[in-house]
């Protein structure tokens, strides 16, 4: 008898032991999301960078240092070739007006200016043929030489002879096809640097990217800051008490009385 009753302890015990280690459940809300899942925001490694531009040096119209300093010198010989025949122009013998001859004299030293100017930036260039600078201040130069060329060519032609003003005309193309050759190298020089900038631009942009996703998450949050209402410390005037409906104002110092009491000129009256 005594071995069934303990049987039956012991197959009761640890069921009663099962149900409370159950904890009750609760139902779902019904309002509440389908997934309890914070959205965080999601860091992606950096793409690849666009691959670089590399300055290209051998492009079209590409000249090296030393065919620049032969074309500046074939640019000196066209300039010697025309002060040459400057020298032998003489408006004086033609049939000019005064005002005809002055305006002559001023458009040769134009011509003059032109092509000192222009001997200036040559002779530069020819000292550094890689400045893209200078060989575009020599480009400058000769397209302000030229049309002057034309109008000398034209007025010694008209007022002198047609052979004399052609060698003008013959020189003026000679300028021209020399600076027609010197702008495919200065469009080179410029197509270069824009590609070096272009892989400067790219690489500092993939290091942006790269620096940004490694300090990601190294910085903490910020901290919120109490709103405090301030406290201002003036030496202002105090501010008077309030006056009470039906109220008199307070006498002045001095100047108070009691309740009822007479004055002296008061008193006098009612005595008379």
């Known amino acids: 008898m005594k071995s069934s009753v303990f049987i039956l302890l012991f197959a009761v015990f640890p069921l009663s032991l099962a149900g409370q280690s159950r904890k009750p459940q609760l139902p779902p809300h019904p309002n509440a999301p389908a997934s309890q899942e914070v959205e965080t925001e999601k860091v992606t490694a950096p793409k690849e960078a666009p691959p670089s531009v590399s300055a290209q040096v051998t492009l079209p119209g590409h000249m090296e240092p030393e065919q620049v300093k032969a074309l500046a010198h074939r640019i000196w010989l066209a300039q010697f070739r025309l002060t040459d025949l400057l020298t032998q122009v003489h408006p004086e013998k033609w049939k000019l007006t005064p005002s005809m001859l002055e305006s002559f004299n001023e458009s040769m030293d134009s011509l003059h200016k032109a092509l000192d100017a222009e001997e200036g930036w040559r002779s530069q260039l020819e000292k550094r043929p890689d400045s893209l600078y200078l060989g575009f201040m020599t480009y400058v130069a000769i397209s302000a030489v030229l049309p002057r060329v034309d109008g000398l060519a034209h007025s010694v032609s008209h007022y002198e002879n047609g052979s004399f003003g052609a060698q003008y005309n013959q020189t003026g193309n ?13 469009a080179s020089l410029l197509k270069t640097q824009d590609n070096a900038l272009l892989v400067v631009q790219n690489n500092l942009a993939s290091c942006q990217n790269q620096l940004g996703f490694a300090e990601h998450g190294m910085q903490g ?8 209402a301030p406290a201002f410390k003036g030496h202002g005037r105090a501010a008077h008490p309030p006056v009470a409906a039906g109220s008199q104002p307070a006498a002045p110092k001095g100047k108070a009385t009691k309740p009822g009491a007479k004055t002296a000129k008061t008193a006098k009256k009612m005595s008379m």
């Open 221 to 228: 949050h910020a901290t919120p800051i109490p709103n405090v």
């Open 174 to 186: 000679q300028l021209f096809d020399l600076q027609q050759t010197l702008e495919p190298h200065l």
